[in-house]
């Protein structure tokens, strides 16, 4: 996923004054920065005939769970399923799929000419159905009669789960005898099983943002600040053609999961970790490493190998038709067994999440979720061992759930001292 951070521009690192990454030239990066090469051209865009697939498979999946249509508004689905990238705040802009029939649109009608620039490269998009509301006007009305011209009028409509409450309350006062229910078994239903040039567009980004995260170890010094060190990352991913990044933890602090804004300076001896990743065409990476400059002590050590094992005893055990929760108890168990317990004490969080297009998405690999893993479902791994006051350790490689078991899109970190070693 993309830094939790806002990215900074980039400050002074060691002796050599970075500019902004957008102005940078490789003559003031570091070496290990400097010579990395766009990627960009391994990235193949989704293309029209993918996304009238992914509305096929949308119809029947609303065919399956007794939904009549869907409605979608701004956000990730929209993009998925139409390629349309929309910012709309308070004024509706919604999408209405229909299980059967062609889809139409509600736009408000200063925004027709960006809708339609969009909607050209969308499935159906040369001849969609654009109904228009001015400034003074219901744009729910449109949505009531727009389901009344497909006969849907009794029908049962799924919400996209992003919806605002203002949103579909609207749709429900204009649509009374319209059902509205979740839309999730549709749009998680067709998210979350991944096609091959999804995979292929997310193992890319994985392979990136290892790239970035290795050329930014080695420029690397002791007496960087946190956010020096967050600057070559992002540097790095941008420099590999990608927009990316990721937060630092020193020390201590590297015990917070999600970090602490208490200003760090990276020593030796000390522990760092970093999370983040970057975007390839839509498509997120999520990766943690943790390291120490010069030599890691027994303790940290012990706690490396311990997160090491969990994690690959993650990937040992998923497999299609298992259980999401028993993915996290396989890790679960290694952290507990070498005296890291009991439950969230020490590994404070689940296993891992759904990623793709959002960088957390469905379905969750913890305790409770009895959803069994299918082929072509992607994760994070992420085993955790957080020592307040001490430091803290993950591990975080993105997963692939196949036919017959499940892979990592990168290689796990070898060590402390040697996180990139191949």
């Not at 979350?192 to 392979?207: D, T, V």
């Not at 299609?320 to 890291?340: M, Q, S």
């Given at each position: 996923?993309?830094?939790?951070?806002?990215f900074?521009?980039?400050?002074?690192?060691?002796?050599a004054?970075?500019?902004?990454?957008?102005?940078?030239?490789?003559?003031?990066?570091?070496?290990?920065?400097?010579?990395?090469?766009?990627?960009?051209?391994?990235?193949q865009?989704?293309?029209?005939?993918?996304?009238?697939?992914?509305?096929?498979?949308?119809?029947?999946?609303?065919?399956?769970?007794?939904?009549?249509?869907?409605?979608?508004?701004?956000?990730?689905?929209?993009?998925?399923?139409?390629?349309?990238?929309?910012?709309?705040?308070?004024?509706?802009?919604?999408?209405?799929?229909?299980?059967?029939?062609?889809?139409?649109?509600?736009?408000?009608?200063?925004?027709?000419?960006?809708?339609?620039?969009?909607?050209?490269?969308?499935?159906?998009?040369?001849?969609?159905?654009?109904?228009?509301?001015?400034?003074?006007?219901?744009?729910?009305?449109?949505?009531?009669?727009?389901?009344?011209?497909?006969?849907?009028?009794?029908?049962?409509?799924?919400?996209?789960?992003?919806?605002?409450?203002?949103?579909?309350?609207?749709?429900?006062?204009?649509?009374?005898?319209?059902?509205t229910?979740?839309?999730?078994?549709?749009?998680a239903?067709?998210?979350?099983i991944?096609?091959?040039?999804?995979?292929?567009?997310?193992?890319?980004?994985?392979?990136?943002?290892l790239?970035?995260?290795?050329?930014?170890?080695?420029?690397?010094?002791?007496?960087?600040?946190?956010?020096?060190?967050?600057?070559?990352?992002?540097?790095?991913?941008?420099?590999?053609?990608?927009?990316?990044?990721?937060?630092?933890?020193?020390?201590?602090?590297?015990?917070?999961?999600?970090?602490?804004?208490?200003p760090?300076?990276?020593?030796?001896?000390?522990?760092?970790?970093?999370?983040?990743?970057?975007?390839?065409?839509?498509?997120?990476?999520?990766?943690?490493?943790?390291?120490?400059?010069?030599?890691?002590?027994?303790?940290?050590?012990?706690?490396?190998?311990?997160v090491?094992?969990?994690?690959?005893?993650?990937?040992?055990?998923a497999?299609?038709?298992?259980?999401?929760?028993a993915?996290?108890?396989?890790?679960?168990?290694?952290?507990?067994?070498?005296?890291?317990?009991?439950?969230?004490?020490?590994?404070?969080?689940?296993?891992?999440?759904?990623?793709?297009?959002?960088?957390?998405?469905?379905?969750?690999?913890?305790?409770?979720?009895?959803?069994?893993?299918?082929?072509?479902?992607?994760?994070?791994?992420?085993?955790?061992?957080?020592?307040?006051?001490?430091?803290?350790?993950?591990?975080e490689?993105?997963?692939?759930?196949?036919?017959?078991?499940?892979?990592?899109?990168?290689?796990?970190?070898?060590?402390?001292?040697?996180?990139?070693?191949?």
């Amino acid at each position: 996923m993309i830094s939790r951070r806002t990215f900074m521009q980039a400050g002074t690192v060691g002796s050599a004054a970075l500019v902004s990454p957008m102005l940078a030239v490789a003559e003031k990066l570091p070496r290990s920065i400097a010579g990395l090469k766009s990627m960009k051209d391994q990235a193949q865009p989704i293309a029209l005939q993918e996304r009238e697939q992914r509305q096929e498979k949308a119809r029947r999946l609303m065919a399956a769970n007794a939904l009549d249509a869907i409605l979608l508004m701004e956000g990730t689905s929209l993009e998925y399923f139409t390629g349309v990238r929309w910012h709309g705040g308070e004024r509706m802009f919604a999408m209405i799929l229909p299980a059967r029939g062609e889809s139409f649109y509600v736009c408000p009608g200063f925004e027709e000419g960006r809708a339609r620039e969009q909607l050209a490269n969308s499935p159906n998009g040369e001849h969609a159905d654009v109904r228009i509301w001015q400034e003074d006007e219901s744009p729910y009305e449109l949505v009531a009669q727009g389901l009344r011209d497909r006969g849907m009028a009794t029908g049962k409509l799924g919400i996209e789960e992003t919806v605002r409450f203002v949103f579909s309350q609207g749709v429900a006062k204009s649509s009374p005898q319209t059902q509205t229910t979740s839309a999730t078994p549709v749009t998680a239903g067709c998210r979350g099983i991944k096609s091959e040039h999804e995979i292929a567009l997310m193992r890319l980004a994985s392979k990136v943002t290892l790239l970035a995260y290795e050329a930014a170890y080695h420029a690397l010094r002791p007496g960087m600040t946190k956010p020096q060190f967050e600057d070559l990352v992002t540097l790095a991913h941008e420099r590999l053609g990608f927009e990316g990044g990721a937060d630092v933890q020193v020390g201590q602090f590297s015990a917070f999961p999600h970090g602490s804004v208490t200003p760090q300076v990276i020593r030796e001896g000390t522990i760092v970790l970093m999370d983040g990743g970057c975007r390839v065409e839509g498509y997120t990476s999520d990766i943690t490493r943790t390291f120490v400059l010069g030599k890691a002590g027994d303790k940290m050590k012990r706690v490396f190998e311990i997160v090491h094992e969990a994690q690959s005893a993650a990937v040992k055990a998923a497999r299609p038709g298992l259980e999401c929760e028993a993915v996290d108890a396989a890790a679960r168990k290694v952290i507990t067994d070498a005296g890291y317990g009991p439950d969230y004490k020490y590994f404070t969080h689940r296993l891992g999440h759904g990623m793709g297009m959002d960088g957390h998405e469905w379905p969750y690999l913890v305790r409770g979720n009895s959803r069994k893993l299918e082929p072509h479902m992607t994760f994070s791994d992420e085993p955790g061992i957080y020592i307040r006051g001490e430091f803290g350790i993950r591990l975080e490689d993105d997963m692939h759930i196949t036919e017959f078991g499940a892979e990592l899109f990168t290689s796990q970190s070898a060590s402390l001292e040697e996180p990139f070693r191949r």
